[in-house]
């Protein structure tokens, strides 16, 4: 069965159909030459699949993202990591690191962050003497820590396919997210040592304290969410209102730049943005039946166990198939093929949800660097202008750094477990 739905998913994929067909016509595939069940198992599937109270945090958050970019957030964040970082011997190239975990930590997307910072930095460090390829490939990684520092739509979704807790998904990235943004700002200062780029000059103490000032203000958001959730005042749902009202605040009575049209734009691209990934959710509520009626984990478990039984062995294996499988499908239509059949085998091994989270989570935003279909690369590259191979490869020390992290959190659960432990 699996065969004939991963084989019609790949072929229907082939020829251009979207992402949420192919998976609906692979599901329907497998059910009708397969099983022998209705055909009606699939809308209750789908309709139960998408009545869910966690889903609804992915608008929210898309919501409250559009609403802080379009009151005009970005450059004061920018500003803010400016005064921070960007006095030291490739402080640009650090200042869009920090700017993207500041802006990650208010839209919740890799793409959004991506495209956010990088008009604004790709520009800025062309002007400084950067080399073009290193800056775009800066930008195309660092953007991807939008998908992992809290809150994450890439947590909500992996949450509600897996029916973790998407609040203690939120707590167990923050960690991970920071140690990938250290990295990632250590290659850039040793980068920049070994080509000699600017040093940024000091900031005053009037420019740094309206820098602080202007950027303490968007970045309330992503404490609300996070206090709020690591408190038990709200759950993440409720925390994506709390992020909204807290964006209109901000947007119309702080800073007066959002205007009623920006709000009415607001709406229209956060349902535009959502519709796709509940599609995929919906539909893969029919593929994770198969899988449980076919006894598919238990299939792959075995022709695991077959080639080995150390659990190092196939952490390395199960990564290994996930960063592949992230070069050549985008994450939101991942979670709901691999989650089903990879989750029920590493609990076995004693591997939590949660963990197994934080891990799927960084593959898949490291296949957001790589082409043929990576997200941040082509956002970045879009902006730049250039073409995306000579981009990966200059992104090559990036991923090297991303694929560090990685490992480290695969094998010391408690990086991303820590923090959520303390919760209760």
């Not at 206090?227 to 994506?240: D, K, P």
């Not at 690369?377 to 991923?399: D, K, M, Q």
């Amino acid at each position: 069965m699996l065969v004939i739905l991963l084989g019609v998913f790949f072929l229907v994929m082939v020829i251009n159909m979207p992402i949420a067909a192919c998976i609906g016509i692979g599901v329907l595939a497998a059910l009708v030459l397969t099983t022998g069940l209705p055909i009606s198992i699939i809308p209750l599937k789908m309709f139960s699949m998408v009545s869910s109270f966690p889903l609804l945090a992915i608008p929210l958050y898309i919501m409250a993202g559009h609403v802080m970019n379009k009151a005009g957030i970005t450059t004061r964040l920018v500003n803010l990591a400016r005064v921070m970082i960007g006095f030291v011997r490739g402080g640009l190239a650090m200042t869009t690191v920090l700017a993207c975990m500041f802006f990650g930590g208010v839209s919740g997307s890799s793409l959004a962050d991506t495209a956010a910072i990088g008009s604004i930095l790709i520009p800025e460090m062309r002007r400084e003497g950067y080399d073009k390829y290193f800056a775009t490939a800066l930008i195309a990684s660092a953007g991807t820590l939008g998908g992992i520092i809290p809150p994450s739509i890439s947590m909500v979704l992996y949450g509600v396919v897996s029916g973790t807790s998407i609040a203690r998904l939120f707590i167990a990235g923050a960690l991970p997210g920071v140690l990938l943004g250290i990295c990632l700002m250590a290659v850039s200062y040793v980068f920049a040592r070994r080509h000699g780029y600017p040093v940024g000059p000091k900031p005053t103490m009037q420019s740094a304290k309206k820098a602080v000032v202007d950027g303490l203000i968007p970045l309330g958001m992503p404490l609300i969410i996070v206090g709020g959730i690591y408190g038990g005042v709200f759950t993440a749902t409720e925390a994506g209102v709390m992020a909204i009202v807290y964006a209109l605040i901000v947007g119309f009575a702080v800073y007066r730049t959002l205007r009623l049209k920006d709000l009415i734009e607001a709406l229209v691209e956060t349902a535009e943005t959502s519709a796709i990934p509940a599609l995929i959710i919906a539909f893969s509520g029919s593929f994770a039946f198969l899988c449980s009626y076919a006894d598919v984990p238990r299939t792959v478990s075995t022709l695991i166990y077959s080639v080995t039984t150390s659990k190092v062995v196939i952490l390395a294996l199960i990564n290994v198939m996930l960063l592949v499988i992230g070069m050549f499908m985008d994450g939101a239509a991942v979670y709901p093929i691999v989650v089903p059949i990879f989750l029920p085998i590493l609990k076995e091994m004693g591997v939590s949800p949660l963990h197994f989270g934080v891990i799927i989570v960084l593959n898949l935003s490291i296949g957001l660097i790589t082409p043929p279909v990576g997200g941040t690369l082509y956002t970045a590259c879009a902006i730049s202008g250039l073409e995306p191979l000579p981009v990966a490869r200059a992104a090559l020390r990036f991923i090297l750094a991303a694929i560090a992290v990685l490992t480290l959190v695969t094998y010391v659960p408690w990086i991303a477990e820590f923090l959520p432990s303390l919760m209760g």
